[in-house]
């Protein structure tokens, strides 16, 4: 490991150490600091007949799966990070700040009443001529600089998920009031910082027809939330997020069609 990285890891474990001594503060919470990148949360591939048992019988929020590169935008006063799944850090091409990068410059006004935050969510490409989200099999690649530079293409960040706001973590408060949270206090701008599609759900059936329109769509397919999960980094199973993709349900082919 270089030096860099040695120093980088010594200073986060320290980070980590200082909040699990804080009573108030819990190990999901202690991996979330401003401009240090955390694994996200993940989806627990499942069939649909396992949605209404995994979710306790209880109404869930069915999202639209995007097809882009799972993105964290970390922010403070006028100092922007982006970083992906993997801890990469991106912020050359997407922009440190106000005044540089594809991104930044045509969001930062989004962050009105927000003096710090860390968002999750998919950073996708967008192309403006025709109106369309561009998905990863259109050999675009929405981390590299060229994929800007040479077209009329832009990058949009779809949020589905806010973590710190003004210095206080939201890990452990429940989904549905993170995103009143988000909602309240992020302006989107369509085309470059949007809020992720979102409905109520709470059967089977809502399940197949929300399938058979991202189908219809030819989006990658569906994300299952219970309102009531917190967020654990690098969590899959039992997290209470579900991910459904119409490969999954071959089975189900006279109803999902």
Known sequence: MSTFGSVQQLSDNTNVCIDLHDPEIRMNEAQMSLFSPFRPMLAERVAIDEVEKLMNNEPFYIETKVDGERMQLHKEKNAFMYYSRSANDYTHVFGSQPSSGFL???????????HSCILDGEMIVVDPTADVWLSKGMNVDVKSLSTYENASYHPCFIVFDILVINEKKLANVPLRERIKTMEKLL????????????????????VVKAL????????????????????????????????????????????VL
């Open 104 to 114: 930044t410059p045509l969001i930062a006004d989004c962050f009105s009443s927000l």
């Open 187 to 206: 302006k989107p701008k369509p085309g470059y910082l949007q809020f992720v599609e979102r409905q109520d759900a709470a059967t089977r059936a809502d």
């Open 212 to 255: 058979n329109e991202a189908i219809d769509k030819r989006e990658e397919g569906l994300v299952i939330k219970s309102p009531s999960s917190v967020y654990k980094p690098n969590l899959r199973s039992g997290s209470g997020w579900l991910k459904i993709k119409p490969e999954y349900v071959d089975s189900l082919s006279d109803e």
